[in-house]
């Protein structure tokens, strides 16, 4: 089983809103991964938790706040967004990211929540 | 010099044929190198991944990697329409974990 989910599925918001995007996994994996990808590019890495502690910040603007609660969950804390943030947001997982093992770094996709900022 | 290039596309090929996308990159240390699909609208989707020289298999798909020229490919056997999408090569380089994508080429497999 490879599966990731991803709530909601789309999310409009307004830019003094505050939303949160959450996302699970059930593979017992270690790392969790947001990305954030626009049209028509690769998905860009925003954050990464490993063994649930924030370990990689890609100099993401402070509007956007992650939180890892446990092993299994991820939560994305949205705040006075801007339209240019209007993007589909990913979470990803995989096995480990300190096993040095090739196949730990596997990552694996949730479907992803849409988000529109008006 | 980007980290890893790809042809944007679009590729296009008859639905039977083979479909043969390519990807370079520039960290020679690199050591673990993945194929994702993603259709229009939908995330990412693992189709194959790669460690060692060679060719690695599964089902229609052949993983081709060669370290020395620092190219990876995929080739698609038997294309169908429904593989038409863009697929995404992705590198982890050396001494990171964090993984590195092509822009991506899209693949339009025509009846």
């Known amino acids: 089983d490879t599966e990731v989910t991803q709530t909601p599925k789309h999310l409009v918001m307004g830019m003094t809103n505050k939303k949160s995007l959450k996302c699970e996994q059930h593979?017992?994996?270690?790392?969790m991964y947001w990305y954030k990808q626009k049209a028509k590019k690769p998905p860009e890495l925003m954050f990464v938790?490993?063994?649930?502690?924030?370990?990689i910040n890609e100099s993401v603007p402070s509007r956007f706040s992650p939180e890892c609660p446990n092993s299994s969950l991820l939560n994305l804390h949205l705040h006075a967004l801007q339209p240019e943030d209007s993007a589909l947001y990913l979470c990803a997982s995989s096995q480990d990211r300190t096993s040095g093992r090739a196949s730990s770094y596997e990552q694996y996709f949730g479907p992803g929540t849409r988000l529109t900022v008006t | 010099q980007k980290e890893v290039e790809q042809n944007s596309g679009p590729l296009s090929v008859p639905e039977g044929a083979i479909a043969s996308l390519n990807c370079t990159y520039s960290d020679r240390g690199s050591q673990s190198f993945f194929w994702y699909r993603q259709y229009s609208g939908k995330s990412p989707e693992l189709i194959m991944f790669?460690?060692?020289?060679g060719d690695k298999e599964d089902g229609r798909f052949t993983a081709q990697l060669n370290k020395a020229s620092q190219y990876v490919s995929l080739l698609i056997r038997d294309s169908q329409p429904s593989d038409s999408a863009t697929y995404l090569c992705?590198?982890?380089?050396?001494?990171?974990?964090?993984?590195?994508f092509g822009t991506g080429t899209r693949l339009q497999v025509f009846p």
């Open positions: 790669i460690y060692s020289n």
């Open positions: 992705a590198v982890i380089p050396y001494n990171t974990d964090k993984l590195i």
């Open positions: 938790y490993s063994y649930e502690k924030l370990s």
């Open positions: 593979m017992g994996h270690r790392a």
